[in-house]
């Protein structure tokens, strides 16, 4: 599976909207990028994913580059819950395996 | 409708002591995983497994062996805990797609 690489760390203020780059310069035909995100120190919890076109949700919207070598995701109004580590993840259809990298670490100021 | 449900929350257990991480998932879910979290780190895949029947290993298995009990349950359990076992374990369940959907982790200490 493509490895990924994210920023460390992000801040945003309240009410704006968060944007999370990822780049996944390696990424194959068959993977798709997922995003996830750790509320202190629950359980991972699942965001979105997307192939090849930009695709939003409840919870966020991902777009993704025409060469598909970068995404971003995007919390349109960040509130102080959407404090977090963010995960981008790379996977291949049907894999089994997630691998996690270290993620970036949003604030959301007041 | 419960998800990813895990048992013990916290332990404490002594080096050499031994003990099984419950994990049961209510959602039909074909593959089931363990992972585990350090300090500052990102989740590292310890076993999984895909269906009823079969578990592989993951990242970081040494230590580990698991068990399928039946559809909904996947244990993890450490034969004689050392120190470098203290940490987040998660267990995660997925259906056909790639979704993980993730339970609220057992914290472990290890002395």
């Known amino acids: 599976d493509a490895k990924t690489t994210q920023p460390t760390s992000m801040d945003c203020a309240e009410g704006r909207a968060a944007n999370l780059p990822c780049n996944h310069s390696?990424?194959?035909?068959?993977?798709?990028v997922y995003w996830y995100r750790q509320i202190h120190s629950q359980g991972p919890q699942y965001i979105i994913h997307g192939l090849k076109n930009n695709e939003t949700n409840e919870m966020a919207s991902l777009i993704i580059t025409e060469d598909r070598k970068s995404s971003t995701l995007i919390l349109p109004h960040a509130t102080l819950r959407d404090t977090a580590v963010y995960y981008c993840?790379?996977?291949?259809?049907?894999?089994?395996?997630?691998?996690f990298g270290k993620g970036t670490k949003l604030t959301v100021n007041p | 409708n419960a998800g990813v449900t895990q048992t013990p929350k916290f332990q404490v257990l002594k080096t050499g002591q031994s003990m099984t991480l419950q994990c049961a998932q209510d959602?039909?879910?074909?593959?089931m995983y363990w992972y585990r979290q350090d300090p500052g780190m990102g989740l590292r895949l310890i076993y999984y497994s895909a269906s009823e029947g079969t578990t592989d290993k993951g990242e970081v298995p040494n230590g580990y062996n698991v068990s399928r009990l039946n559809k909904r349950e996947f244990s993890l359990r450490l034969e004689s805990a050392a120190p470098s076992q203290t940490s987040v374990y998660f267990c995660?369940?997925?259906?056909?797609?790639?979704?993980?959907?993730f339970g609220p982790g057992t914290r472990l200490l290890v002395l």
């Open positions: 959602m039909n879910h074909n593959s």
């Open positions: 995660a369940s997925r259906a056909g797609g790639g979704t993980q959907y």
């Open positions: 993840i790379v996977q291949r259809g049907g894999s089994e395996k997630l691998v």
């Open positions: 390696t990424i194959s035909g068959n993977e798709y």
